[in-house]
């Protein structure tokens, strides 16, 4: 039997775990979602599984270099382009000749995959469509269907007013060939949006299959915590390496010296201080350190993450190789982006995302009560914000960028220069207003080129300035101290 892994996206909602890696690779108990697809097709009895490549494609192509998989066919077409969940599947399956199953690099599931290719055969159908149902429709695609199965609509993440059914889509679909010649070539191309609506015009038999099993779709950092405890729960089949009744670990784990409340999983080279407490729900992946009395629950550390003594750290992800020193808090939510550094004494509030490589100063309390202290963080720790003029960046980011700086005591004096383009000139307005809104002296030094800008802030003894340039990548303004 044949199937598509759908692995081309860049993963942007799941950010900044995918900052370095695309979302299929991020790690789940020490290996990548991926491996649990894989793993999930061949228990099903796929032997012909191709993978669609596209954001950091030559990470996954790597690692699927490192499978020693017998009789099963194993390999990956690169998207030149992003062509969505649909437009990726016509030149990975253009050779097909029997129907085949589609699913998503990053859903993990314990599916009996097999019945729904059962079910697609029974009903003679042309798309088969594997539903489930789950407590909070509105990141899902949502599904109508009649009493024969078949698919009457589709709405795709629905508000609560809108939400009709608790039934949605996993993701996973099965397909006849002739669907391929419905996607057009060369552009991004949408399952639910686009393609099924048009096939259900044209008359084709969208079915919908119920399955009974764990699915989760790692989306966001929230349900990717979610998932890490339903597994933890046993709520699913996918099956952990076991050192004791709820601690789960590829090595032996020895605490004397520190508290395991259960369940919990350890990974392989984690060292632990004393009087430290570890868990319920924690996952530790592999290369971590935590120093003494500090309490982990309900949260993961990616690998080679370090925390420092006396710390607290609840329903919180740590990226790979960042460090959280000592007598810091990350509260319910929070996520600290990876190869960060965290200062002694922070508070890191509910729901804060820490860009990767940040440095947060000593004592920084960010909390959402602080307005705009995610932008100070960026200002501290990039020095720079580039994007798109009109979309990444346009008003309201420079009101946002302006105010931000404005609350900063070395922003309280500030020059600004710009290039000659028009756009650069646009942006400046907007900024310059807003930080003069705010409290900040601006001084306009014209325009002119980024050394100029240097001398003209230290010669008048400002401790900050401001250069703003158009060029092909967007406005780039470095910020100086």
């Known amino acids: 039997m044949k199937a598509i892994i759908l692995a081309g996206g860049s993963g942007k909602s799941l950010q900044p775990l995918t900052y370095s890696v695309p979302k299929s690779m991020v790690r789940l108990f020490s290996r990548p979602v991926l491996a649990y697809v894989i793993d999930l097709l061949v228990k099903n009895g796929f032997d012909d599984i191709t993978l669609t490549a596209g954001c950091m494609a030559q990470q996954i192509e790597d690692y699927l270099s490192s499978f020693n998989l017998d009789s099963i066919r194993l390999r990956a077409v690169r998207e030149q382009i992003p062509l969505g969940t649909a437009g990726s599947l016509k030149s990975a399956a253009k050779d097909f000749k029997e129907p085949f199953l589609v699913i998503n690099g990053e859903c993990v599931c314990d599916f009996e995959l097999n019945n729904i290719m059962k079910f697609h055969h029974e009903h003679n159908a042309d798309v088969t469509v594997a539903c489930t149902k789950v407590s909070d429709p509105r ?8 009493d024969d199965d078949k698919v009457k609509a589709f709405t795709d993440k629905p508000t609560w007013s809108c939400a009709f059914s608790d ?16 996607i057009p070539d060369g552009r991004p191309y949408d399952f639910s949006k686009e393609l099924f609506p048009l096939l259900m015009r044209e008359g084709f038999n969208i079915v919908h299959c119920q399955l009974e099993g764990f699915w989760s779709d790692i989306g966001n950092p929230e349900a990717f915590l979610r998932c890490q405890a339903d597994i933890l729960d046993k709520k699913s089949k996918i099956e952990l390496p076991s050192h004791a009744d709820g601690i789960y670990s590829e090595q032996p784990v020895e605490s004397e010296n520190f508290k395991i409340i259960k369940p919990c999983f350890i990974g392989r080279n984690v060292t632990v201080g004393a009087g430290s407490v570890i868990g319920p729900y924690a996952v530790i992946e592999d290369g971590c350190k935590i120093g003494e009395n500090t309490s982990i629950s309900s949260s993961a550390l990616l690998p080679y993450s370090s925390i420092g003594g006396n710390c607290e750290i609840k329903g919180s992800i740590v990226c790979e190789k960042s460090i959280i020193k000592s007598g810091t808090a990350l509260m319910q939510g929070s996520v600290i982006g990876g190869d960060s550094i965290i200062g002694s004494g922070s508070l890191i509030g509910r729901h804060m995302v820490i860009p990767p490589q940040s440095l947060v100063e000593n004592g920084t309390q960010a909390t959402k009560d602080i307005q705009y202290s995610h932008t100070v963080l960026c200002l501290k720790s990039f020095n720079r914000f580039s994007g798109q003029p009109g979309t990444e960046l346009g008003s309201v980011n420079a009101s946002i960028i302006g105010q931000a700086l404005a609350s900063m005591e070395i922003g309280k004096k500030t020059g600004v220069l710009t290039d000659c383009t028009p756009v650069s000139k646009a942006f400046l307005h907007s ?19 980024y050394s100029q800008l240097e001398f003209y802030t230290r010669f008048c003894g400002m401790k900050s300035g401001i250069f703003i340039s158009f060029s092909s990548y967007g406005i780039v303004f470095p910020f100086t101290e």
């Open 139 to 146: 990141e899902c695609a949502v599904i109508e269907f009649d």
């Open 167 to 182: 039934c949605v889509s996993t993701g996973i679909y099965v397909l006849n060939p002739e669907i391929l010649h419905y």
């Open 431 to 449: 900024l310059c207003g807003a930080l003069m809104l705010h409290g900040a002296q601006v001084w306009n030094f014209g325009e002119g080129f």
